[in-house]
């Protein structure tokens, strides 16, 4: 076996970043700018502006109207108008004019009477003052118009250039460069081989970096070559602020990061006990921090957000600020290792009156979990993880306002949850339809999505509804009608033609409680096959669309799904028989506005024709409610 | 008395912009772009983004160390070691390298002890695919990554390339025209002149439209010429996509803006129910949106909020959401008309466990109330509004985790508060002394500024804190002696030198409750002086500085204030004597961290400097606290 670097301490979150951040109180910081403060959108100020002039910088009409001399209006009522003259008694004024000496008062154009081209009426006497904005009303010259640290907003920018400031100083925005590293990296739009895996990574830091006010460099990928990453890192931190380098932090046999950093600079950290993330490298190279980064996306991110983030902000004058957080109701068990703090992403929805958050994949290479994510739940160092049912703060990604107008699906998958949510807000789980249905009956999501054959009557999904809610008054949904079959490999090489042929090849299952696993059960059953006879019973997929991929591209032949998922991916397909994917719900819930939108979409044209393009589907009673007594 | 347009009719909010949008279905959108996701961060994808390719792209170890065929580890245990021959049984892998057949699983270097470098001993069998991320795992081929109408971040960024995809199709970014005009109206930095306004709304609308996705071009400042201010309108028109004209959306004399769109085009709504911001002009010309907004600041951003928003959102594929919102305590009685909806902007504070919310300034041209609000609370159109104490919704601007760690003050106004909250957040609204101990008793802050002299004892505060909160444990945190005096013009013309010659001069007085007219009614009752005597005494201005701003520019010879405030308007000062200005608290409320950082800035060497630079002021108990029992 060849030598790896077996391993890294792992110290607690905290520590870890307290001990950089503590080493890089000593680094050069660079100059502050001067800019335009038409330019200043979320920039940071490094001191507080100060107003140089009043606004108004004058006693200024507040209406359009007339600036009098209070003295003239005194007396003036319904039986004993005043009439005042113009030049004498008053001169016209639009809102913002000034109003100077003798003129005291403003009256508003609506409460004049016009009696010739130079005289008006009045019935009421004015107070000093009326309707006049005194010099500084607004701003006053010398006034804090906003702190230090403080990150320009548009009414920031209006109320600077009011106060007469036309530039302001502040905070640099810090360059931060991304070098991507690996054999296998190859660039987005590069040709596809065997083993290589398409830079996502570099792509996500940038968009990281910009949305956190520093101003990004993508360097070109590096393959795995001791000097070539060395001679890059030192380019890099000559041309920038902060330098990441991803990845190579952990203990592969190619992973040089640690040692040339051990060169070039100190390691301050290297391992956090942070999951996803724990291969984290923290250096400082030439008096600037260096980051090494893991390469799996999800673990990359959250030591991006750990680590990058307060260490550009130590740059940019940024507040590092805790998101917006709700309390939401588990509902699924959380185990996680008293040996690190884990960051677990959660879809969450409102489910009658309260926030239920559901735990996505937990997998470091899950990119697709952070783009699900509404949010994350963070079980401490010290905890072995939460129940399901248990209330757990969630950490948001999103405004609470589009949580609350977001549908919450959870079971059985099919790819028409994609193309409706493409219409409307919905949050959609993929567990399987008897997952789905426990979820109904623990409060957790609102619709069910299920296709479950009742083995005696041969009717789908109203016989499991009526045994798992005896109490409650429920409803169906009418879905799709679609066709299950077997997925094999274009141009069926094994000749399958049915459930009885799978033993002769290397199958792939779905995961327990999927639908499309009791239809095959129920299948093997009539035809007198033990399922131990079936090579591959035991590998799972967790949706159609991943079985498809399976059988497309690997040493599977076949697996049970959709035709959908066949067609898209390029595959085979034999008919097993149709079945009805159907949506379970209570009953008082169809009065929901996210509910009623949802069946809109079902019943809709639009939807239709997106069903006939996919292939494979029956809709003639898509969006009927059937109600369950 | 000349022509007005008088006046606009007013509709309700939604009914104006219904009428508004339903008009500008007809407009021509411009055409979406293809572009590179690496520019896509924060644009809006036109369509759904489905995945190109698998990732990972084939079977892959999820873990360093061997991949190995799972039928040679069997049998293995702690008893009856399995020794693995490289080459036959196993090959070594690193995170992330294709597994393929005969290979379907992977056991970590961690679990492996080396024989020699050809062979490895295993205690344990292993299951198929063990350690090995599946084809597809994270994105199958043909999955939807984002939907359509999405604004792209950085995760999405790295999922849509990991799935394939180098470019995607986005809504256009809309270009936004802004023309400032009037006569009156001076480019920031230009020389003033009586009566110039320096335009300040042009920056806040550039930010805003950047903020919101658009590209601002904001054209020079057009005098208020007819023929001018159309030829700039339709030179807008050619080159941008919506056209904002400010202001002349008004009633004025010079107000063309209005007979120009109608000349050009159609105005489809002059004048909304809505408070500040009525005049507003919704308008369409040349097939596009053009948009009159008011002068004024404030009714300009609301007008923007409420119309330009929804109309840019149109052209860029964002949804219009809500701002988060909180429920907060109303700290003060909120009157307003039935006649419109009005928009008040709020300081928001967390005082004991519940939100405070504190009205700001409600003019139309306040707009430092912009800068200085943590969100607004909408007073419906047919509501007259609310009491004090009664709960309110607050739409916020800013996260709610910072407004949970600001320190709410209420109370009198010094120019320290503002270094303060250079330092620590702090919210502080302006009432005067009395009124921030009221404010105190009911709850709605947690400390008050206060300078009460009992006229009595001559001592300063306490028995004021006494008298109010006889039932509960006080603290008074002590601030600053600072002198108070009268503010006079340069060189002191009319020879003031002390209370009794402001019988006099022309006066401007402070608000009732606040402490310095409490010592003004002092002085005057020692003197024997009926305040009817003093021209001005119903002069009100609500802070140090806008008397002496008064004094300083306008027709104004003295107002009473503190050193500082003479000093930075360059003002002469006349010493009436020394005072107390320290803040009133709960005891209780000692505790709170966010009054711990207060206490340890007032004690601070470096607030002492800046007390020294502005002079006036002494520090020798600063922080220190007393308890009144």
Redesign the interface.
Known sequence: ??K?N?YLNTKPVETALAEYMEKLQNCTLPQNEIIS??ES?GRVTAK?VFAK???????AA?M?G?AVKVAATKGASEAQPVILEEGSDYI?V?????V??PYDAVIM??D?M?VD?EH?KIIQPV???QHV????????????????GHV????????V??G???HIEVFPKPKVAIIPTGT?IIK??DD?T????????S??????V??KGGVPK?YSIVEDDYEKIKKTVEDALAENDIVIVNAGS?????DYTVHILRELGEVVVHGVAIKPGKPVILAIAGGKPVIGLP???VSA?IDFENFVIPVMNLFSGLQT?????VKATLSKRLVSSLKHREYVRVRVGKVEDKFVATPL?R?A????S??KADGFCVVPQDSEGFEAGEEVEIEL?K????LQNTLVSIGSHD?IL?VI??KINLSSTHVGSMGGLMALKRGETTIAPTHLLDMETGEYNISYIKNLFPDKKMALIKGVNRIQGIMVKKDNPLKIKGVKDLVNCRYVNRQKGAGTRVLLDYKLKLEGIDPAQID?Y??E?T?H??V???V????IDAGMGIES?AR??GLDFVVVGPEEYDFAIEAKSLEMPEVKAFIEVLKSEEFHKKLEEMGGYGWDNAGEVVIIE
């Not at 792509?203 to 990281?208: A, H, I, Q, R, V």
């Open positions: 076996m060849s790896r077996l403060v038409a959108l507080a002039c009043c606004s108004p910088l004058f006693n507040a359009d007339i016209e639009d809102t913002g004019d000034p100077h000496l154009a609506e004049l016009p081209k008006v107070p000093v003052w904005r005194p010099i500084g009303e607004d701003i006053v010259e010398g006034e804090m118009l906003v702190p230090g320009m907003r548009p009414v920031d920018m209006g109320a250039i009011a007469g400031n036309s296998e987005s739009g596809i065997d083993g290589s895996i398409i830079d996502s990574n792509y996500m830091f940038s968009g990281m910009s949305e993508v952990s203990a592969g046999r190619e390469g799996y996306p991110y600020l805790k998101r917006n957080a994949a997998g290479g899950a990119a697709m952070l783009v990604y405004p609470i306002d589009e790819l994609d949510a493409d591959g035991d590998k997929a949706t669309m991943a498809a991929a399976l497309a591209r690997e040493d998922a898209t991916m």
